[in-house]
C-alpha cells in the first residue's frame, strides 16, 4: 500500500494509507480470469509451449477436461489466483503468437482450398497457370497431374483422393512460401 503524507495545522505529520482502487483490481483478475480460459481452450502441446509453473499446468490440464459446469469455473478461479502471483508478460506473448499462428494456418486452408477449386474448375488449365506464376517453385508436372487425375475420379464418381493429394500439395506449397 502507498502512504501519502499531511500536514496537519500544527504541522505534526499525519500519515494516511492509501488503498488500491478496488474496481481496478477487479478489472485485472478478470482480464487474466478470461487469459486462464483462453489457455483451458487450448490444445496440450499448446499448452506445454507456454512453460507454465508445474501447479498452473497441472490445474490447467484439468480443467480443460471438465464441462463448462460450476467445477470449472472454480478451478478457473484457482487457476486465476495462480497466475496473479507470477509474471504474466512472458505467457500472455506466448499466448498471442499461438493465436496468430492458429489465424495464419485457417488462412493457409482457405487458400489452399481456393486454389484446388479454381484448379478443378472448367477454367482449370488457366488457373494453373496464374498458380505457377504465383508460385514459381511449384511442381508444375506434379500438380497438373494430380489435376487431370481428380477431375477423372470426379467423372467416374469415385473418391476424391487426388483432389485430397493436391490439397495437402497446395498447403505444403503456400506454408513454404
Known amino acids: 500500500m502507498q502512504e501519502e503524507d499531511y500536514y496537519d495545522d500544527d504541522e505534526e505529520l499525519i500519515e494516511y494509507a492509501v488503498r488500491p482502487n478496488k474496481s481496478q483490481i477487479k478489472r485485472d483478475i478478470a482480464v487474466v480470469f478470461a487469459m486462464a480460459e483462453e489457455i483451458c481452450d487450448l490444445a496440450e502441446t499448446q499448452i506445454d509451449s507456454l512453460e507454465l509453473p508445474e501447479n498452473i499446468y497441472k490445474a490447467v490440464l484439468e480443467a480443460a477436461k471438465m464441462p463448462h459446469k460450476g467445477a470449472r469455473k472454480r478451478q478457473l478461479k484457482y487457476i486465476t489466483a495462480q497466475l496473479r502471483k507470477i509474471d504474466l ?3 500472455q506473448e506466448k499466448l498471442a503468437r499461438i493465436k496468430n499462428q492458429s489465424a495464419h494456418a485457417v488462412r493457409e486452408h482457405h487458400q489452399a482450398e481456393q486454389w484446388r477449386d479454381q484448379l478443378l474448375s472448367e477454367n482449370g488449365h488457366e488457373q494453373l497457370t496464374r ?21 477423372k475420379e470426379r467423372q ?14 497446395l498447403k505444403e506449397l503456400i506454408s513454404t512460401n
Open 156 to 169: 467416374a464418381e469415385k473418391p476424391p483422393r487426388s483432389a485430397r493429394l493436391l490439397y495437402q500439395y
Open 89 to 91: 508478460e512472458a505467457v
Open 131 to 151: 498458380l505457377l506464376s504465383e508460385f514459381p517453385q511449384a511442381d508444375s508436372q506434379h500438380i497438373w497431374q494430380l489435376q487431370r487425375n481428380a477431375l
